[in-house]
């Protein structure tokens, strides 16, 4: 019996397919890709032909063994990842895993929408990998991996350890770091406008007006200068305008007919940017939530996907869909909504054209009939995608613009005096009955109608020469604006407008800046951080050619001709290599060579070396002749050395480079000779010079109070994950060596223990002593600021009612950590009565203590209600659910402004869940 085996990325794409296929078809998900880069070596052969070393992924490593498992015993093996190049690498690495351990019958399938008929079209007419496609995201992988990989160490050298770099994120960053810096070196212009009421008699009517033009020239500008500069020009006109006997006439009336015709469907691009003006969604969430809309939603009857891919350049629209389209736009508009031919979009010269544009896969379903099945915000992208798509296919919108010109006639006149006014009227709505949306701000003010010009309704219908009385006449001052920060909007419409990027790349190039707190978004405007400027102004100094615009969109245009077959993917990579170390970007000693070569120059050290004595810091013991000779052991095995094996191997060399000239030449053979001349005057330095802010003696009480602390558990925000635990045993560890700690670790280190100060009982006198508290916390860049402080009101309420408090309850011991109620409130007054501050974690953790001995504080209540405070204690709701690990009830939790389920039993069950819906199933 035959068995059919297709492989996709994710269960809920596998959920859906599994649905359009029939029995004896297994449908498994990838989880993504499979095989990748390792992740602490570079992985590139960079002497034969850039050869790339793939190991498995987390994600690989755990679903190979059922890959395997099922290929075995299938006959065919239909590999379905997305249509583009992500996906048909994904779909080439399972075919190399897979195909040499089955006898089935390898295929590649790709569709453009989940639904029945794109299902089986797709199987019925199945192909092969394009192999092509697969060159361009292997070059695009190896060459960010170069990039990453030998530029990052620059920045952990000469910025901040941590830092890292991108072929493509760092040219986002420096578009955002230049729009910031012409936003505050910009120095803005004044000028003043005059705007008119006017009236006419014959017939009746009133508009307004703005003075346009002055002696024939067009205001506010002529070149650079301002014709009305300041209050005194604008007085001066004022009083001529205002004079008895200046009259006014109509110069001019026009008419014009417009046509405004439909903005085309969505592409990657247009989605993120009309979603963020739009919707308020950042580019990471537009995309997350198309990817839900395209794999598929449950809509009654079972899931299925109800948009089609949301990753393409392309505005091809299937004529299918164009056709039904334009029947639900006759049956649902009438018929003169229908342009009398169908709409057709042209796509850049780039655009993968076997893609389509973002579109319903059925604009029947509309987005009132999905609203029970999605949810808001899933809701109000779909709208905005069938919207849209209706629009791009409906007739254009019919227009009339009208105007009126007025000048100023009379004798003692010193200029002449044009004002000017303008409405539109729509005739016929055509596309905008349905969309009418911002697509996204302009960066320039000035490009959008002034603010404050009058504005008419609509204009009155007045002949040529009419005479017009001047009612009133407004003067306002004004001054040019600077250019606008980028939100997420504006930056993916400057990246794709300059060929940086392509559509799988903009959430994550936006998503990874702000990551790696090069960016700070606030209100929606993004800003460098004091770390981002230092980022980008060194690798714009140490690499100003590869960090260029016109660079970057260059090497996408040629992964395009990758793609497309007209140039080697390996002759590329050569090109770019060769330019790169042109420019000092290289470094050819940072990479690991073949064993062989790492022997030689371990046998470089001489016998007669004498060797530093061996020395103990911390726990450690650090023998330079027993690392040595480890190194010569592991070459002489043949086991391959890791870049970090070799970074350290030249460490140990230049402190010896000065008693053994044959090192240096055998560094120089391996062409390493650069960067351990580097090393060697690093180490020269005076060690004060290097030494840390915070040497390990000074810290170590600090530290040794905090390891008694329950942690709580790690929480993921975007892609990575906070763990407060882990970070802390590092620096303990550190400290533990005999290593000080930086000012942003000290830092780090101080808000921990604000975060945790309820577990400390002598946290007063360690805030006392390590700065810690209110207002104190480092502002280095890199660490967060301390909270603010409460509001004092409430504060010295607060420690009105803990003074009325006379018996304490006696100290409890609890997991070997001693609870002393009238200790900690002393701590929390002696810190108030000396800095007037508490943090608002410490009023809550003394009002949580004030609820426990409330019968002693005469009318509690009352009190409370006075300070905005609830008497009774929060009650977290029970959830209808219980722990599949221990059976206890599951308390709806928040941490850091997010819910969570959490096991009722913690810390004897650390079970916790973001969603009952990801609840497994109770043990059996």
């Not at 992740?39 to 890959?67: C, M, W």
């Not at 903009?506 to 702000?514: C, D, G, K």
Request: proline share 7%.
């Amino acid at each position: 019996m035959s068995k059919t085996l297709v492989i996709v990325e994710s269960p809920t794409k596998a959920r859906t397919i599994t649905r359009f296929l029939g029995g004896g078809t297994k449908v498994l998900a990838s989880m993504g890709h499979i095989r990748d880069l390792p992740q602490r070596s570079l992985g590139i052969d960079l002497q034969h032909g850039f050869a790339p070393a793939y190991e498995l992924t987390a994600n690989g490593k755990r679903v190979i063994a059922d890959l395997l498992k099922e290929a075995r015993s299938a006959t065919d093996v239909y590999l379905a990842p997305d249509p583009d190049r992500e996906g048909e690498a994904i779909a080439w690495h399972l075919a190399e895993l897979l195909r040499p351990k089955s006898k089935a019958h390898f295929h590649r399938v790709t569709f453009h929408e989940i639904t029945r008929s794109a299902i089986q079209h797709a199987f019925e007419q199945p192909g092969q990998i394009d192999q092509h496609k697969v060159d361009a995201q292997q070059a695009r992988r190896v060459l960010d991996r170069i990039v990453g990989y030998q530029v990052s160490p620059l920045l952990w050298q000469q910025v901040q350890k941590g830092t890292s770099a991108g072929r493509v994120q760092s040219v986002a960053l420096r578009l955002i770091c230049e729009r910031q810096r012409e936003i505050d070196g910009f120095t803005p212009v004044e000028y003043w406008t005059l705007d008119a009421s006017f009236s006419a008699h014959q017939p009746a009517a009133s508009f307004g007006a703005r003075l346009a033009q002055l002696d024939g020239r067009k205001l506010p500008f002529d070149g650079k200068a301002a014709l009305i500069p300041d209050a005194a020009a604008a007085n001066a006109l004022a009083a001529e305008l205002e004079r008895p006997d200046t009259r006014y006439r109509v110069a001019k009336v026009a008419s014009t007919p417009k046509f405004q015709r439909a903005a085309p469907p969505f592409i990657t691009s247009t989605l993120q940017q009309a979603a963020g003006t739009n919707l308020g969604m950042g580019s990471g969430r537009t995309m997350r939530l198309a990817q839900d809309l395209y794999e598929g939603v449950d809509t009654g009857d079972g899931p299925v996907g109800l948009i089609t891919y949301m990753r393409t350049d392309s505005f091809e629209v299937a004529r299918e869909a164009q056709a039904a389209a334009r029947d639900f736009i006759g049956q649902a508009f009438g018929a003169e909504f229908i342009p009398e031919k169908p709409n057709f979009y042209r796509s850049r010269a780039s655009a993968q054209g076997a893609h389509e544009a973002i579109r319903p896969t059925d604009v029947s379903r509309t987005p009132e009939s999905l609203a029970p099945y999605l949810n808001p915000d899933q809701l109000r992208l779909y709208r905005l995608i069938w919207n849209r798509f209706l629009a791009s296919q409906m007739a254009p919108a019919k227009l009339v613009e009208d105007s009126i010109e007025v000048e100023a006639e009379g004798a003692g006149l010193t200029h002449r005096y044009l004002f000017r006014t303008s409405a539109s009227r729509v005739v016929f709505p055509g596309f905008r009955k349905l969309y009418d949306f911002k697509e996204t701000e302009s960066a320039k003010p000035g490009e959008e109608e002034e603010e404050g010009a009058p504005r008419n309704r609509n204009l009155p219908a007045l002949p040529e020469g009419t005479a017009c009385a001047l009612d009133a006449l407004a003067k306002a001052q004004k001054s040019t604006e600077p250019p606008r920060q980028f939100t997420e909007a504006m930056l993916v419409k400057e990246l794709e407008q300059n060929g940086i990027g392509r559509p799988s790349t903009y959430a994550s190039i936006v998503e990874t800046i702000q990551e790696r707190e090069y960016v700070t978004k606030d209100k929606g405007r993004l800003t460098p951080t004091t770390l981002g400027y230092a980022v980008n102004d060194f690798l714009v100094a140490r690499l100003p050619q590869l960090f260029q615009v016109g660079f970057t969109a260059d090497m996408e245009t040629k992964l395009d001709e990758i793609e497309e077959g007209k140039v080697g993917w390996q002759e590329m990579l050569a090109e770019f290599y060769q330019r790169f170390r042109e420019w000092g970007g290289a470094d050819a000693g940072a990479n690991a060579p073949a064993n062989p070569e790492v022997l030689r120059f371990l046998q470089a050290f001489p016998p007669s070396l004498a060797w530093r004595p061996a020395e103990k810091r911390g726990r450690r013991t650090y023998d330079d002749k027993a690392f040595h000779d480890s190194l010569l052991e592991q070459a002489t095995s043949g086991k391959p050395f890791s870049d970090k094996q070799w970074q350290a191997t030249l460490a140990l060399a230049a402190h010896y480079a000065e008693q053994a000239p044959g090192i240096l030449e055998a560094a120089r053979e391996l062409k390493a000779a650069d960067q351990l001349d580097a090393l060697v005057r690093k180490q020269a330095e005076p060690r004060e010079e290097r030494a840390a802010a915070h040497p390990a003696a000074s810290v170590e009480p600090l530290v040794a109070a905090m390891a008694r602390i329950d942690w709580e558990a790690p929480v993921k925000r975007g892609k990575r994950t906070y763990d407060d635990k882990k970070f802390f045993k590092s620096l303990a560890r550190q400290v533990a060596d005999g290593v000080g700690l930086s000012e942003p670790q000290m830092a780090a280190l101080r808000k921990l223990a604000l975060k945790y100060q309820a577990q400390l009982p002598e946290f007063a006198e360690l805030a006392a002593r390590f700065q810690i508290g209110a207002g104190t916390a480092a502002t280095t860049e890199g660490a967060e600021t301390a909270e603010p402080a409460a509001d004092t009101a409430k504060l010295e309420g607060l420690m009105a009612m803990l003074a009325d408090v006379k018996q304490w309850a006696e100290p409890t011991q609890r997991r070997g950590w001693t609870f002393d109620d009238r200790k900690f409130a002393e701590s929390l007054q002696e810190q108030f009565r000396k800095r007037k501050s508490l943090s608002p974690k410490q009023a809550e953790a003394i009002t949580k203590l004030l609820r426990k001995y409330r019968e002693q504080i005469p009318d509690f209540a009352g009190r409370c209600a006075t300070l905005g405070l609830d008497a009774e204690p929060p009650q977290p709701p029970t959830v209808a659910a219980n722990c599949p690990q221990c059976g206890a009830p599951l308390l709806q939790r928040a941490y850091r402004g997010r819910t969570f389920f959490g096991c009722s039993a913690y810390p004897r069950c650390k079970f916790a869940v973001n969603s009952l819906d990801k609840l497994p199933p109770p043990p059996t």
